[in-house]
């Protein structure tokens, strides 16, 4: 796990209507994604974990940049994020959260199916466990892993959250089929 200096914790709010929620990010990019049906202290309680020392400030202006392509991609305009992440972990949720990075948009992988892919097939309770602590809610697609007999698991910001985002995905990946079709 890497040691942190202090550093501001710039954080806001992004309040669409459908999908309201906390973000924040360091200097050196987006640091935490979380649901804005779980409390303020939620967010503080992370930083205070992750980032111990550091000063959250509210600043909607720093976080304008994260908060448009996470907008885009709640439109269904966009598939990927392509700004900086800021990802504090240990070695091994590193590599779990990066695998869920290549799980392409539209598709979902299992736990075992992430194991694998990071080489590691006999953690896939430790994948389990890398994965709920992602602090990168849609970013870091942990929305697209299921079980392995393909129903839908715990996810941070709740099933409800993740049936839609799966559906969002969906749709639009259906959509994009058909487009270039046309």
């Known amino acids: ?6 550093q501001s914790l710039y954080w806001s709010r992004l309040n669409d209507s459908q999908w309201p929620l906390y973000i924040a990010a360091t200097g050196n990019g987006l640091a935490y994604v979380g649901s804005f049906g779980r409390p303020f202290e939620e967010l503080a309680a992370w930083a205070g974990r992750r980032f111990p020392g550091s000063p959250l400030v509210q600043d909607e202006q720093h976080l304008a940049p994260y908060a448009a392509q996470l907008t885009e991609y709640l439109a269904a305009k ?16 590193l590599a779990v959260w990066e695998a869920l990075c290549d799980i392409p948009f539209g598709q979902t992988r299992s736990y075992t199916d992430i194991a694998e892919a990071i080489r ?16 990168l809610l849609i970013t870091v697609p942990c929305h697209r892993v299921i079980g ?11 099933l409800e959250m993740k049936t839609r985002l799966l559906d969002l995905e ?12 046309s």
């Open 170 to 181: 969906h749709a639009a990946a259906i959509g994009y089929r058909t487009a270039e079709r």
């Open 78 to 93: 966009r598939e990927r994020f392509t700004l900086p992440f800021d990802l504090q972990g240990t070695a091994f949720q």
């Open 1 to 6: 796990m890497k040691t942190n200096q202090p």
């Open 120 to 135: 590691k097939p006999s953690s896939v309770r430790a994948v389990g466990t890398a994965i709920g602590a992602n602090p």
């Open 148 to 158: 392995q007999n393909g129903a839908l698991t715990g996810y941070r910001g709740g």
